[in-house]
């Protein structure tokens, strides 16, 4: 089994920056790849960024490349999202997400039926 927490949402305006943490515990941290999702009201559940199991593969959507950046510190346990240019249209739960093993190729960790296991989630809220 593996535990997420997330935690690093909150309210802030168009432009602002925030960095969401998502600390595992239960499995060796290596052993499994990280994913963001995020769901808005409404909407399905939608890819933001994956990591593979040692931090050297990435991989975004359009949407939020250039502005995401995903990481993970293996002696914290902990994968990071940090998100700067927020724009109102990244408001949404954010979800962390881990694939056990992390042996899938990183493009197919775009789909949430690859992940295994899941944190609660945190809000995130851009105003305009």
């Known amino acids: 089994q593996v535990q997420l927490v997330e935690s690093g949402g909150g309210s802030v305006q168009a432009g602002d920056s925030l960095r969401l943490s998502c600390a595992a515990s239960?499995?060796?941290?290596?052993?499994?790849?990280m994913g963001w999702f995020r769901q808005a009201p409404g909407k399905d559940r939608e890819f933001v960024a994956a990591?593979?199991?040692?931090?050297?593969?990435?991989y975004y959507p359009e949407s939020v490349r250039g502005r995401f950046t995903i990481s993970r510190d293996h002696a914290k346990n902990t994968v990071y999202l940090q998100m700067d240019s927020l724009e109102p249209e990244d408001t949404a739960v954010y979800y962390c997400?881990?694939?056990?093993?992390?042996?899938?190729?990183?493009?197919?960790?775009?789909?949430?039926?690859?992940?295994?296991?899941w944190g609660q989630g945190t809000q995130v809220s851009v105003s305009s």
């Open positions: 997400a881990a694939d056990f093993p992390g042996t899938l190729e990183i493009s197919r960790l775009t789909t949430s039926s690859e992940y295994d296991y």
């Open positions: 239960g499995r060796p941290f290596h052993s499994y790849a």
């Open positions: 990591i593979n199991w040692n931090g050297g593969k990435t």
